[in-house]
């Protein structure tokens, strides 16, 4: 079965900036959606950003937004999270997922990567 790998994870001070990629090692259908969650020690993983993997369709979470960038490389199989000015409450391991629908919602993704963790320090 294919495979998702994150990566980029990583220790920053506030206000820094990481990049996560997520890698596909199979074929994606052009109808999956990808999604970057999180989920920081004893809370529920949270959504936190979304792209359509055919078109450009995005969807953030309020507490990201203008903060964080989804964006996708179809030739690479990849997904990337820009995520800049990055706060403390932002600390959690992120992980990517791949669904069949547009949704915010983590029970509608079927393939999880095994996640990378995000620290960030003041």
């Known amino acids: 079965q294919a495979q998702l790998a994150e990566s980029g994870g990583g220790s920053v001070q506030d206000g820094g900036s990481l990049r996560l990629s997520c890698t596909n090692s199979?074929?994606?259908?052009?109808?999956?959606?990808i999604a970057w969650f999180r989920q920081a020690p004893g809370k529920e993983r949270e959504f936190v950003a979304l792209t359509r993997w055919a078109r450009d369709s995005r969807l953030y979470a309020d507490s990201v937004k203008g903060r964080f960038t989804i964006s996708r490389d179809s030739p690479k199989n990849t997904v990337y999270l820009q995520m800049n000015n990055l706060r403390a409450k932002d600390t959690a391991v992120y992980y990517c997922?791949?669904?069949?629908?547009?949704?915010?919602?983590?029970?509608?993704?079927?393939?999880w990567g095994q996640g990378t963790q995000v620290t960030v320090g003041t």
């Open positions: 997922a791949v669904g069949s629908q547009y949704s915010s919602d983590p029970r509608k993704y079927q393939r």
């Open positions: 199979g074929r994606i259908l052009s109808s999956s959606v």
